[in-house]
């Protein structure tokens, strides 16, 4: 089955730097590449997805690069704000059936202000 | 509408007692599933239905027992639950299988 490594577990940034998450995927049959945003006391809210036949997708200062070859994916995020403070989870799935999503185990972002 | 709707928000529980949680969505969305949290983890699968059909069960424990009465409700019921139980429980929903899912917000169980 499907495994998602995602690294770094934990992420301190000073506010205006960049943000990078990467992850690393395992089946090659996966094509749907979501990353979800989590903050305290609340569930994962989807913010930007992927799909295998793309290899980047930008959503104002949030970007996803696929790496299909490599099986790697990254989320990048420009010029923090204290409010991207949260813990991302990135996902990976094959897009068949009920196949479910598989979860990296998350990284904690902090941005300093 | 466009949320996934969870409740209640917050349960403290007996081990004797019995419970539900409730999730309802009205975006027409035919698969839903239900995910427990543990604290600084990811979220794990617990349940999947598609087309109001129990589609996948991850060996979950008997004392959760799901129950999909229509397109738009999902009911977690809980019995005899243990300690260890406590977490967030998550629903989710989606369109199809080339989209994503849209989460709740949870209910924080405590099991005592």
């Known amino acids: 089955g499907e495994n998602v490594e995602q690294h770094p577990s934990t992420l301190s940034v000073q506010e205006g730097d960049s943000a990078v998450i990467k992850c690393t995927y395992s089946?090659?049959?996966?094509?749907?590449f979501p990353w979800y945003k989590q903050e305290l006391g609340k569930g994962p809210q989807l913010i930007i997805d992927?799909?295998?036949?793309?290899g980047e997708k930008k959503d104002q200062r949030i970007a996803v690069t696929l790496n299909k070859t490599a099986k790697h994916f990254s989320l990048h995020i420009t010029e923090t704000q204290p409010e991207d403070s949260a813990v991302y989870f990135c996902?990976?799935?094959?897009?068949?059936?009920?196949?479910?999503?598989?979860f990296g185990k998350g990284t904690r972002l902090s941005v300093i202000a | 509408d466009t949320e996934v709707t969870q409740t209640p928000k917050h349960l403290v529980m007996g081990m004797t007692n019995k419970k539900s949680l409730k999730c309802e969505q009205h975006?027409?969305?035919?698969?839903m599933y239900w995910y427990k949290q543990k604290a600084k983890k990811p979220p794990e699968l617990m349940f999947v239905?598609?087309?109001?059909?129990?589609?996948i069960n991850e060996s979950v424990p008997s004392r959760f027992s799901p129950e999909c009465p229509n397109s738009s409700l999902l009911n977690l019921h809980l019995h005899a639950l243990q300690p260890e139980d406590s977490a967030l429980y998550l629903c989710?929903?989606?369109?199809?299988?080339?989209?994503?899912?849209?989460f709740g917000s949870g209910t924080r169980l405590t099991v005592v």
């Open positions: 996902a990976a799935r094959a897009n068949s059936g009920n196949t479910p999503l598989v």
């Open positions: 992927i799909r295998s036949n793309v």
């Open positions: 089946d090659s049959a996966s094509n749907y």
């Open positions: 989710a929903s989606r369109p199809d299988a080339n989209y994503g899912y849209t």
């Open positions: 239905y598609s087309y109001e059909k129990l589609s």
């Open positions: 975006m027409g969305h035919r698969a």
